[in-house]
């Protein structure tokens, strides 16, 4: 309360004049809201609480259990956020107060006693809340089939959350303190007047949006850029050159082994062969073709040339289907959903993908994220116009997938669902984000019974949304779907997945999931909507998304992907695919990103 008498103890005068008014404001107030270096560690009533809300808000159960060191750093920044909009109201507060006259002063005694009793409160809660929160997150990890946190989480991710909040809590004050001591000594020289300094901050904000934009995110890009180019150089262990010619980089390709990068060589290399699927599947298979290029300093329109040239080279226009998968960032593809089509194709098939930016995917969202919407429109595009040259009876079908990033650029090669239905035979999306437009049309479309984790659309009859084998069939009330007929699309879309969860509307909206899941066992269930503080527990879920067992978080495994494209290419995703399952556990490597 100290800093709040003092803002408050001061009012403005009415034989002052304007200027003198204004100069009173942004000069004695603005010093008294920066505050000197001496009273680093003084808040707010309104501070303090804002803080302690917010830090609170952060450890209310997430979609995904955090280690406690990242745990600590989602709990110090939502404390600081808290912070800012408890100086917020404090501030408009103090401002009113001067403006109409009125003074708030409080006996010293009586403050004292104030601040020691909310040091003892915060203190104690501090630690209390991190405690109370641990058998949360337990069920958290449970449902994930991970290990769940204890008492050890609870202290550290405190320790960690307090050390990042003093650190930010410094910076701040620190900057305060600069920007205080840099106007003092131009009171003489320049007019500080309310006006001046608001259009003085637009001014300052907008040149470091500028810079932000123009000057360090080219130049975030460009160190991404040239650490993904090295991390593309290597090859780690266990992945060899194909020998098959039907594989790009093998010695018969085009596209030499070398050029593919790290993701091109790790999806060229694996894939199952003809007498590998003939074994699992008990019947004569072909070897599959995988067409695969990488930038290697090339425009997107020459990679895609580069593939079709692949394509050609192996003639791929000879079988009964092809798979256009849309990669992610560096190019990764999921080998779970590639190596299920071709098993369940027989082999008889072929798969296209290409590198279309050196980023992560992260970056490439940040920096350029229509480009895998165009590298994917441009590929889909050039092998749908070739097969249209062929005679009807001969041309393969054409099939979509994708996962993440991919996932959307994937959806982004149809201008709508009815374009979508019309142009392609079917496709699988594992993880596809819900700020994906087509995805989002179809779950807008959705049945008025169903939900926006399970949409259901048109009772089933060309796209459906899964988890599990069972949920292709039927909705989450356990009624039969209609019969799933051609053209067929699935996306598989887990509930722990903060991928597909996360979106900037949560910032200020509530999402719908939220109320449709209570009464559930997903984690979904047990969440509580924060403006800010749900938006950051998500994303903060992210970097973790992996680290949980097959089905949950971001993770998409052979035991989904199977059934999924069984449903697709027109079998029965119910059947007993245990054989298929268990071979790609085994010849499939788990992949670090």
Not at 84 to 95: K, R
Not at 122 to 141: E, F, K, M, N, Q
Not at 233 to 253: E, F, I, Y
Request: net charge positive.
């Amino acid at each position: 309360m100290g800093l709040l008498n003092r803002y408050l103890s001061s009012p403005l005068r009415r034989g002052d004049s304007a200027a003198d008014a204004l100069a009173g404001f942004v000069g004695s107030r603005w010093k008294t809201a920066a505050a000197r270096t001496d009273e680093l560690g003084a808040v707010t009533a309104p501070e303090a609480i804002g803080g302690w809300v917010a830090y609170a808000a952060s450890y209310s159960p997430s979609l995904l259990a955090r280690p406690w060191y990242w745990q600590g750093v989602i709990a110090g920044l939502s404390a600081m956020f808290g912070h800012q909009a408890g100086l917020l109201i404090s501030s408009t507060v103090g401002a009113i107060a001067d403006k109409v006259g009125v003074q708030i002063k409080l006996k010293p005694g009586i403050r004292q006693g104030g601040k020691i009793a909310g040091g003892l409160i915060l203190g104690a809660t501090a630690i209390a809340i991190p405690l109370r929160s641990v058998r949360w997150h337990r069920r958290t990890a449970a449902y994930s089939h991970v290990n769940g946190p204890n008492a050890f989480w609870a202290v550290a991710s405190t320790a960690a959350a307090a050390g990042i909040f003093v650190a930010l809590l410094a910076q701040w004050r620190a900057t305060l303190w600069a920007i205080n001591y840099i106007s003092g000594h131009l009171r003489n020289r320049f007019a500080w007047e309310l006006l001046g300094r608001l259009v003085s901050t637009l001014v300052v904000t907008t040149t470091i949006l500028v810079i932000f934009d123009q000057v360090i995110m080219r130049t975030v890009v460009g160190v991404a850029t040239t650490a993904s180019a090295r991390v593309d150089l290597r090859t780690p262990n266990g992945v060899h050159q194909p020998l098959t010619p039907l594989h790009s980089g093998s010695p018969a390709s085009r596209e030499s082994w070398s050029s593919l990068g790290l993701q091109g060589k790790r999806f060229t290399c694996g894939g199952p062969s003809a007498d590998r699927i003939a074994e699992v599947m008990g019947r004569p298979a072909l070897q599959p073709i995988r067409a695969y290029a990488s930038m290697d300093g090339r425009s997107i329109q020459q990679v895609v040339d580069a593939v079709m040239a692949e394509l050609d080279r192996m003639n791929a226009w000879t079988r009964k289907a092809i798979l256009v998968v849309t990669t992610t960032g560096r190019g990764n593809v999921n080998e779970w959903s590639t190596s299920s089509f071709e098993f369940l194709m027989h082999g008889d098939c072929a798969t296209a993908a290409m590198q279309y930016s050196g980023l992560p995917s992260a970056v490439t969202m940040l920096s350029s994220k229509q480009v895998p919407v165009q590298a994917s429109r441009m590929l889909y595009g050039a092998i749908e116009d070739r097969v249209a040259t062929l005679p009807l009876e001969h041309r393969p079908q054409l099939y979509v997938a994708g996962e993440s990033l991919g996932a959307f650029g994937s959806n982004g090669t149809f201008a709508s669902p009815e374009d979508m239905l019309s142009r392609a035979a079917g496709g699988v999306w594992t993880g596809c984000p819900t700020f994906t437009d087509n995805q989002a049309e179809w779950t807008r479309r959705r049945d008025p019974d169903s939900t926006v984790v399970r949409p259901v659309v048109d009772r089933g009859r060309h796209i459906r949304f899964a988890c599990s084998p069972a949920e292709l069939l039927i909705d989450s009330r356990g009624r039969p779907l209609d019969a799933w007929i051609a053209p067929r699309f699935c996306y598989l879309q887990n509930d722990t997945d903060p991928v597909v969860w996360w979106n900037t509307d949560l910032l200020w909206k509530k999402p719908e999931w939220l109320d449709e899941m209570r009464g559930t066992k997903t984690p979904m269930a047990a969440m509580t909507w924060w403006p800010f503080i749900t938006f950051w527990q998500i994303a903060a879920d992210m970097p973790v998304c992996r680290s949980v067992g097959p089905g949950y978080g971001h993770k998409y495994h052979s035991a989904q992907c199977v059934p999924a494209w069984a449903g697709v290419l027109g079998l029965d995703p119910t059947a007993d695919w245990s054989t298929l399952i268990a071979a790609l556990n085994v010849d499939v490597p788990p992949v670090n990103p």
